[in-house]
C-alpha cells in the first residue's frame, strides 16, 4: 500500500473529531472518503498534510511511518494536498500561483519550466490567462489552477478536499476525467467529497460519519447497493 492510516485520533483541543479513523490506498487508485458536513474529512487531510498532529494511531507513507514529520517535508516526499476551498492566491498571477506549487517540491521556476508547460496542456485554458491575476478566473478554472499548481510538485498522491465545491456538475465531470487520465499516467488520488457522485470516478470508497468508518468497498459495488445516500448521508 502506498498510503496507510491505522486508528487515527486527533482533533481540536478537547474535541476528538476522528474515533480510530483507518484507511489505505494502493499505488495508482483513486480512493474517495465520503461523508456529510461535520463528519471530519478535512481534519483527517490535515492530519494526513501533518498540520494537525495525530493524538494516536499510525500514518505510514511509501513505506514509511509519517510520525511528526512536518507538512514540508511530506510534501517533499510526494504526499500533497489540495486544501478546502483551492488556497488559491487571488492577487498573484496564474504563473505566479503555478509556480508556487514547485516550492513544495522545492525545485525553481527555470527547473519547473517542463512542468508547467505539461500542465498548460493538460489545462489549455490557463494558458490563455498566464499574466492574468487569479481573481479573474472562473470557479472551474480556479479549481483547474489548484490542481495544476499541485501537479508541478510532482506528487505521488494527491490528496482533493471537494473536488466539487461550488462547481457545477459539468465542470466537476470534466475535472475527474482528467483525474482519471492523471491516474493512468501514475499519479494516485484520496479524494474527499461529500457528493456520492464521485463514486462514478473512483475505484475505491471509504464512507465516514461522525468521525468513524462505517463501510468500504469497490465504488461500483456501493453505487449498486444505490441507497447510499439515503441511508448515510443525510
Ligand atoms: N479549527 C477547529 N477548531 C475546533 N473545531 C473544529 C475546527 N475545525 C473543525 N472543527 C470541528 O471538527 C468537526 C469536523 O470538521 P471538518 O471540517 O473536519 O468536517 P468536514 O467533514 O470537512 O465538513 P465539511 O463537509 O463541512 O467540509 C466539526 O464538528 C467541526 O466543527
Ligand atoms: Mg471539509
Known amino acids: 500500500m502506498l498510503l496507510t492510516v491505522e486508528r487515527l485520533q486527533t482533533g481540536y483541543g478537547r474535541l476528538e473529531v476522528l474515533h480510530e479513523v483507518s484507511l489505505a490506498v494502493d499505488r495508482g487508485e483513486i480512493v474517495t472518503v465520503l461523508g456529510p458536513n461535520g463528519t471530519g474529512k478535512t481534519t483527517l487531510m490535515r492530519a494526513l498534510s501533518g498540520v494537525l498532529p495525530a493524538w494516536s494511531g499510525t500514518v505510514s507513507f511509501d513505506g514509511r511511518d509519517l510520525g511528526r514529520t512536518p507538512p514540508e517535508q511530506r510534501a517533499a516526499l ?3 494536498q489540495l486544501p478546502e476551498g483551492r488556497g488559491i492566491f487571488q492577487t498573484l498571477s496564474v504563473r505566479e500561483n503555478l509556480d508556487l506549487g514547485l516550492v513544495a517540491a522545492r525545485r ?6 517542463a512542468d508547467r508547460d505539461r500542465v498548460l496542456e493538460i489545462f489549455p485554458e490557463l494558458s490563455a490567462r498566464l499574466a492574468a491575476p487569479a481573481a479573474s478566473l472562473s470557479g472551474g478554472q480556479q479549481q483547474m489552477l489548484a490542481l495544476g499548481r499541485a501537479l508541478m510538485s510532482r506528487p ?11 462547481l457545477a456538475p459539468r465542470i466537476v465531470s470534466e475535472l475527474f476525467a482528467i483525474i482519471r487520465d492523471l491516474r493512468d ?3 494516485t488520488f484520496l479524494v474527499v467529497e461529500q457528493q456520492a457522485s464521485v463514486l462514478e470516478v473512483s475505484d475505491r470508497t471509504y464512507v465516514m460519519r461522525d468521525g468513524r468508518n462505517v463501510l468500504d468497498d469497490d465504488s461500483a459495488v456501493l453505487l449498486r447497493s444505490g441507497d447510499l445516500a439515503g441511508s448515510y448521508l443525510r
Open 156 to 166: 505521488t498522491l494527491l490528496m482533493i478536499d471537494e473536488l466539487s465545491f461550488g
Open 108 to 113: 525553481s521556476p527555470v527547473q519547473g519550466r
Open 185 to 187: 499516467d501514475g499519479v
Open 78 to 80: 510526494g504526499l500533497c
